[in-house]
């Protein structure tokens, strides 16, 4: 047996991948507990300085495995399924609070829990032949894996439950136009845009990475107040504590690249 979610390091960059094809990548309950174990590596690895999150074949992912519902309705436990929310939802904990960056590589289709992962990037580039929807309501249920979190706060409440209740498909140019993704490019040219996007993160100033994430992230939940004194604080300790920082005011005064090691 394959294993469900693949992971590889290479040059700072982890790219993890969504691993059975022949479903179109959609989860089952071996998919979600692996894909929780692996991002919580790469979320707390100091080797890594980037992900990138893709799946094999020419999809992305296709949500929850149907055939994996349909045969808890009649023989499994209700356990099992609450066991594989838990570990998607863990998931998209992780790609929302790495502290590095995360990219989507989406081809195909993403839909439903597919969508609650991309979501749950900090950015994402789209194959042109990509397709997308929400998915959830087709099936007759609510979303999971974020995406209630996340869609509002991308497109506004309206659009989010446009999106949400119709459950329609759309294309990776209406997903730009949707801010979900970030750029849409031909399918033969996704990986090497992903990598080169990927690579320019991996090289940049990780800690100020984090710390803007963070800060962004955290911003829906502070009164302005309380956000100008999280970002006095991360300024302040990025000022006192990071070589990147040093390492940025030294290469702009001499007029030259910097040299980041994400410290």
Known sequence: MSDPVLYDVSDAVATITLNRPEQLNCLDLAMAARLARVLETAAWDSGVRAIVLTGAGGHFMAGGDINVFHEHLGHGTQDDLVDAVRNFQRSAKLLRR??????????????????????????????????????????????????????????????????????????????????????????????????ALATRLAAGPTRAFARTKALINQSFSRDMSDQLEAELESFVNTFVGSPDFAEGIEAFLAKREPAFRGR
Do not use: N, W
């Open 98 to 195: 790495a502290p590095k960056p995360v990219i989507a590589a989406v081809r195909g289709v993403c839909a439903g829990g597919g969508m609650s992962l991309m979501l749950a990037c900090d950015l994402a580039i789209a194959a042109d032949d990509a397709t997308f929807s929400v998915a959830y309501t087709r099936i007759g249920a609510p979303p999971d894996g974020g995406l209630s979190f996340h869609l509002p706060r991308i497109v506004g409440i309206r659009r989010a439950m446009e999106l949400a209740l119709l459950s329609e498909k759309f294309d990776a140019a209406r997903a730009f136009e949707l801010s979900l993704v970030q750029k849409v490019v031909p399918a033969d040219r996704l990986d090497a845009e992903v990598s």
